[in-house]
């Protein structure tokens, strides 16, 4: 049987397509079935998407709720918070639009059967911090996949989206999309009036901290692999803040979160000698950020910086002051559950290195750096807001969609907007879906139509690493290093090592410049180069190397942002050497890329950042 014999290709025709069926996804899905009642609505999942995504394995709070039920917060106050933890530079319009929305959907979910968890004397949602409600959310994922189900015309799971396809007859417009059955090996073609890309953020962009046999072991889940970002690039959506990586502070080898031990049990952080230490770096930070540093609460990143500071001074290592709060049995409950619920993994840790929180105080460290939309980062596509609320310059269409037509995104997808999470993912989905059905009515009889030859060259390219594979594979009579292909693992590993020596990450204490950048990029080329020569042994390692593609395209978008900021707007999440100080005056603005797929080069612009609330 030849390469392509015994392949069945499959078509599957939608009026909205949406690329992962996470939280956005989900939302999405679920929206687009209420406005379009009679539309082809198709999700597709490279998983399955009753426990895909970061919030696969549960979470124990939703970091995003208003409260305003109760007069607990406004929208402005959140889109204050976010602007002041990423820097000043939030698309206003953008996050104002998910917080006014994010109470109604953190309400439905709780109709859905969500458990959240209500103060006893309040009857309010419990609340973790200022924005955050606690849940017993094991089964999060599973309600939330439930309703994106019920609304689908049809869930297609297992079938990884390797491209877009465009229309024949207009070049900026979206026509559908191609992917793989990672189980069966068929190809899917599909064909959409209106795609929204919901394929959540990159890992393993940079080399994580856990190398060899614990390499999975990263903050963020090994399977969110930059496709939200690399399937709108190849096509030539304009991105924005992908310099803007995110580096978190956690607890030591199983990235446990701290949030609720901060906010809830009141725990606090101390030096190798049991010091406080943030307070000894204020100097030193007001010196490169100024009055940021005064801003309440400390943003997420200048944290990181003193922490940062303190280790490298050689005061480490950074312990979580567990002791006192667990003397309280209610709160070392909580303090396990809060792992039990999402991070199963730290309590292992803890049990495996006999770490009783109660008798030691457990190391914080900070993780290898992400890309991500939706936490205290805001990478992603370019998008346009609200017709009632965006000024100007930021609508040039739909509500979400892309500079591309037809093209919409959400959740970790959709740049600008941090700090909207899991139920402002959700809700950002609804948003989108909605859009994308006005999109899909009001264009009408004109459709978009894909090409026969675009897809089965496509189809060619995406199926050849089995081939060379099989080839190569003859040259070989043992293990697994071959003259004439490369495999998805080392192609990996050899992404994470560019990265992380030349644009920022662990071995550098986070420290790039210019030089490095630019040799960075020529490196990320001579990788590129390369990518031809992928062999994939089966259809495992097929997926694997669509995701190195779609990773490989992320991080040379990351690596031109970080070069054309010529600031450190971020200590603690990275650092220009050659320009290390915040720089208002030139850079309070966001920056935008365009790649061109024909001639490999990417234009890099500014844009303006516009204050809506005051
Ligand atoms: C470690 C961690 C902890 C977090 N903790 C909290 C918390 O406590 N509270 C909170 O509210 N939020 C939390 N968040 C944030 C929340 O998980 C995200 O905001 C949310 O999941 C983003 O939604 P999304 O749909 O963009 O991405 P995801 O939910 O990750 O979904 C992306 C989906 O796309 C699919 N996909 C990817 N590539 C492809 C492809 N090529 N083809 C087809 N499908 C594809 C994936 O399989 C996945 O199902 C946390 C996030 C992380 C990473």
């Not at 310059?393 to 959709?414: C, H, K, P, S």
């Not at 700090?419 to 609804?430: D, M, Q």
Request: overall charge neutral; aromatic content about 10%; charged content about 25%.
């Amino acid at each position: 049987m030849g390469l392509f014999g015994g392949r069945k290709t499959v078509f599957v025709d939608a009026d909205i397509l949406v690329i992962g069926g996470g939280m956005a996804g989900c939302g999405a899905t679920y929206e687009s079935r209420y406005w379009g009642r009679d539309l082809r609505i198709v999700c597709v999942e490279k998983a399955n998407i009753e426990r895909s995504g970061a919030v696969a394995q549960g979470l124990y709070a939703i970091n995003c709720y208003m409260g305003m039920q109760w007069g607990e917060n406004q929208p402005e106050d959140h889109v204050r918070y976010a602007r002041n933890d990423l820097m000043g530079l939030v698309r206003e319009d953008l996050g104002y639009d998910i917080a006014r929305h994010v109470d109604g959907t953190v309400h439905m979910l709780e109709e859905w059967g969500l458990p959240i968890m209500r103060d006893p004397k309040t009857g309010r949602y419990q609340r973790e911090g200022k924005w955050q409600i606690m849940i017993h959310g094991e089964s999060y994922k599973p309600i939330v996949a439930e309703a994106a189900r019920k609304a689908a015309t049809e869930v297609c799971n297992r079938i990884m989206v390797t491209h877009l396809l465009m229309d024949q007859s207009k070049p900026n417009r979206v026509g559908g999309a191609v992917g793989f059955n990672v189980r069966t090996g068929d190809f899917h073609v599909f064909r959409a009036k209106a795609v929204i890309v919901a394929a959540g953020g990159a890992s393993h962009i940079f080399k994580p901290r856990a190398v060899g046999e614990g390499m999975g072991r990263t903050w963020y889940a090994p399977w969110s692999s930059a496709s939200a970002y690399a399937l709108p690039i190849e096509v030539g959506a304009k991105m924005t803040q992908m310099e803007n990586r995110i580096v978190l502070t956690r607890f030591k080898d199983g990235y446990g979160p701290v949030g609720a031990y901060f906010l809830h049990l009141k725990t606090y952080t101390q030096n190798g000698y049991g010091e406080e230490y943030e307070k000894r770096w204020y100097d030193d930070t007001k010196a490169l950020v100024g009055e940021y540093v005064d801003r309440h609460p400390v943003p997420t990143c200048l944290r990181n910086h003193a922490l940062l500071k303190e280790v490298a001074a050689g005061r480490g290592p950074i312990r979580m002051v567990t002791k006192e709060a667990f003397q309280d049995p209610h709160k070392e409950v909580v303090g396990w559950e809060n792992f039990l619920g999402m991070t199963i993994g730290q309590a292992v840790v803890w049990a495996s290195q006999n770490i009783d929180p109660k008798e030691v105080n457990p190391e914080l460290t900070t993780s290898e750096p992400y890309v991500m939309g939706s936490h205290a980062t805001c990478s992603g596509a370019w998008a346009s807001g609200p017709e009632d609320y965006a000024p100007v310059e930021y609508q040039w269409g739909y509500n979400r969609m892309m500079t591309v037509d037809g093209l919409f995104g959400a959740g970790d997808t959709i740049g600008g907007t941090a700090h909207k999470f899991s139920s402002g993912s959700f809700t950002e989905g609804r948003i989108a879906g909605k859009a994308a059905v006005k999109y899909v009515l009001e264009k009408g009889k004109e459709q978009p139509r894909v090409s026969e030859q675009e897809y089965r060259d496509l189809e060619k390219l995406i199926y050849q690493p089995l081939e060379n594979y099989r080839i190569g594979r003859n040259e070989i009579v043992a293990g697994t290093v071959s003259p004439s292909y490369l495999l998805p693992i080392h192609g990996l590993q050899r992404l994470e090592k560019i990265m992380d020596e030349y644009v920022g990450g662990i071995s550098t204490n986070y420290m790039t410049n210019g030089v490095l950048l630019n040799r960075g990029l020529e490196l990320l080329a001579m990788l590129k180069e390369d990518m031809s020569r992928m062999g994939a042994e089966d259809l495992h390692q097929l997926q694997r190397t669509w995701e190195l593609h779609h990773r490989l395209l992320a991080s040379e978008s990351v690596t031109h942002h970080t070069l054309f900021r010529k600031e450190t707007r971020w200590p603690g999440y990275y650092y220009r050497g050659d320009h290390m100080k915040l720089d208002d005056e030139n850079w309070h603005c966001f920056t935008l890329s365009r790649y061109d797929r024909k001639s490999g080069k990417w234009a890099m612009e500014k844009a303006p950042v516009y204050h809506i609330v005051d």
